[in-house]
């Protein structure tokens, strides 16, 4: 490929560019896109639930970040004034990233947040949100309204018409949402967010499945992590030694959000797809990662050897490809009889690739196989900063 130099930032020759060079300024961020910004280009973020198991990992990412730059960490009433560092109970693998055990943990207010913090010299910031569904159901709207992109994992608002329920590999074209969002509720900022843990893996094992040979039916039955239940989470007396047949309002979530991850967009409406979806949820005695047994009908059912060469081919679209979160392979297919399995395959890529194995016929339905996901990097965290990359890339923040 053709080497191009830059004789300076990005930043100052794209603005240059657009105006003279349109193509010019294409290349420079295709070429780019993953690179780091300077500082002074840096989007300042905010997170909110930073102490938790699931804002714990967005710290570990942010920190680094090459795009963003960690601004604020607000938690509860609890942990409010504090300092990071002798508050937070630290339970993901690794240390906490130095630069944060000093900062003092603010309340959840926008307005606060913004002055006590040093500012953003962007339009937008963005809020990411690792706060139970019943607090952010108050608390986000708050940072919407105050001009904040908010990129949630919560549920409190997956499910309303004008919140985009986003998987850039998925649907990145469900982004057309927040412009209605906006001006019907009159936000200057907007809330994104990303799905439930285990719908992750399901959704994205389905879509190039989908899109090839159109998905009807779905059995899914899971094994999902300790760690997706947060922290202090299970009690232990419960889990050891033990299976959980039963996650309150989990098979009700992997239903619908995956009908809603299939769906597209229709006149500006999100429109889920006809799928049927019969989840059957299971807690048990793992750390972290989910795996997903699932059975799938489809409209022309497939080989099993077409099913495997479309989930090994599919990248997502290319703008989704260069962000800097965005694995090689968002989907790896494993052909050992034995994988995936939830401590060799949880990692993959970073944590941010699905593994799919066990590919087969299926009696009841057309094809059987299994899946494993990453619940706090590629179900949460890391799933939620792929996002709002995204929403830098499409010109919404920044
Ligand atoms: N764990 C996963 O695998 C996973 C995956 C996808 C989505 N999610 C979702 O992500 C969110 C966070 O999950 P998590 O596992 O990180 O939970 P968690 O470990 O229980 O952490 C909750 C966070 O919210 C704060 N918080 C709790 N109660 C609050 C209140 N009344 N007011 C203000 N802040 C409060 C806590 O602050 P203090 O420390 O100050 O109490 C803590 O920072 C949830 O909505 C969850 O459903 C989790």
Redesign the pocket.
């Known amino acids: 490929m053709e080497e191009v130099h830059y004789p300076c930032g990005l930043w100052q020759l794209e603005a240059a560019c657009r105006v003279s060079a349109p193509k010019v300024a294409k290349r420079l961020r295709a070429g780019l896109a993953r690179g780091q910004r300077p500082m002074e280009a840096k989007i300042p973020v905010v997170i ?9 990992r967005f710290l570990q990412l942010l920190a680094d970040h090459p795009w963003f730059m960690i601004k604020g960490l ?7 004034g504090r300092r990071y560092a002798e ?2 109970r630290w ?1 993901i693998p690794g240390d906490p990233p130095t630069s944060v055990g000093e900062m003092v ?1 603010q309340p ?1 207010d926008p307005t606060q947040l913004k002055t006590t913090v040093p500012g953003p010299t962007s339009s937008t910031t963005i809020a990411f ?8 159901r108050d ?1 986000e709207p708050l940072f919407a309204q105050a001009g904040y992109a908010v990129c949630s ?4 608002f997956r499910y309303d018409s004008d919140v985009p329920l986003l998987i850039p590999e998925v649907n990145a074209d469900h982004l057309a949402l927040i412009e209605r969002q906006r001006t019907k509720r009159n936000w200057q900022g907007f809330i994104t967010t ?1 799905p ?2 285990t719908v992750t893996g399901i959704a994205m094992a389905l879509k190039p499945l989908d899109t090839a040979f159109g998905v009807r039916r779905v059995s899914a039955t899971s094994m999902q ?1 300790v ?5 202090p ?1 299970v009690a232990s007396l419960d889990i050891l030694n033990n299976v959980l047949p039963y996650i309150p309002g989990e098979e009700e979530k992997i239903e619908q959000e995956t009908r809603l991850l299939l769906g597209s967009i229709v006149d500006g409406k999100r429109i889920e797809a006809d799928i049927a979806v019969s989840a059957q949820a299971n807690r048990v005695p793992v750390l972290d990662g989910h795996t997903i047994c699932l059975s799938v009908g489809f409209e022309k059912p497939p080989s099993v050897d077409e099913a495997i060469a479309v989930l090994a081919g599919f990248r997502g679209p290319k703008e989704v490809q260069v962000l800097p979160s965005a694995p090689e392979h968002p989907i790896l297919v494993r052909h050992q009889p034995d994988r995936p399995q939830p401590r060799r395959d949880r990692d993959a890529e970073g944590g941010m690739a699905v593994t799919v194995g066990r590919i087969r016929p299926c009696a009841l339905l057309d094809l059987r196989m299994v899946v494993v996901v990453h ?2 990097l590629r ?2 965290a890391n799933g939620s900063v792929l996002n709002a990359e995204l929403l830098v890339a499409q010109g919404h923040v920044g």
């Open positions: 909110l639930g930073a102490t938790g198991a699931v804002g714990q607000a938690a509860s009433e609890r942990s409010s508050v937070c339970v943990i959840l949100s690792a706060l139970p569904a019943s607090v952010a608390v994992n919560a549920s409190a990303n439930n843990c992590a760690s997706g239940a947060g922290y989470g619940n706090t179900g949460a």
